[in-house]
């Protein structure tokens, strides 16, 4: 076990553990290609919207695993709003289900929207924060796409609205400062609640 303190820690974990007997068939798909050994749960603390102090699960890549806690260590000092951090598996790995619900998540294997590529959630390689009010937002055959379904009051990012990420907010610089890419700076679509590693990474880990 990799411990920073008792309250923002990393955990390897094996199939045969109760961790895995969680994500299998959910998260981890039976064609998921990352070996479970690439992979670290993490507990965290952070403050939901109640302004009170709750515990968070994370699945991720052990690649970010090191900067994600410190990154939410960090978000936790400094009392940064975030509702929920769950296993998306408690959503029955339902992307949306668990975006509608404001859920912060990273690992689930899974394909990029509309694409036949791994997502790099599909790798753990990736967080998404406050996910209702950060929408992944593009144009599909010409219409406008919002993920999740419910977050069109979102989508007009010229509106002022609690837990908005721009690149004035402390999640978007703690991530940057750590290497990670933000969703809302691509150019064919937004994804304002996405955090990544860049491509670069993936393919020296995954090539």
Excluded at 42 to 54: A, N, P
Excluded at 143 to 153: G, K
């Amino acid at each position: 076990m990799e411990k920073k303190n008792m309250d923002f820690y990393s955990l390897e974990f094996d199939k045969d553990s109760e961790i895995f007997a969680r994500i299998n068939g959910l998260s981890y798909k039976d064609n998921c290609t990352v070996p479970v050994s690439d992979l670290r749960y993490l507990h965290v603390l952070h403050f939901g919207f109640d302004g009170k102090s709750h515990e968070g699960e994370i699945i991720c890549n052990k690649y970010i695993a090191d900067d994600l806690l410190d990154i939410f260590q960090k978000l936790y000092e400094a009392k940064y709003p975030i509702e929920k951090i769950k296993l998306v598996d408690e959503y029955g790995a339902d992307d949306e289900k668990s975006m509608a619900d404001n859920n912060s998540s990273s690992f689930n294997f899974r394909f990029i929207s509309y694409t036949t590529k791994i997502s790099k959630h599909g790798y753990g390689l990736a967080m998404d924060i406050n996910t209702l009010y950060n929408p992944y937002v593009k144009t599909v055959d010409g219409r406008l796409s919002v993920e999740p379904a419910n977050a069109t009051d979102y989508v007009d990012r010229t509106k002022d609205f609690p837990y908005k990420i721009d690149d004035e907010d402390l999640a978007y610089k703690l991530f940057i400062e750590h290497g990670f890419e933000w969703g809302g700076a691509w150019k064919n679509s937004k994804d304002y609640q996405h955090f990544e590693v860049p491509d670069s990474v993936v393919k020296k880990l995954y090539n």
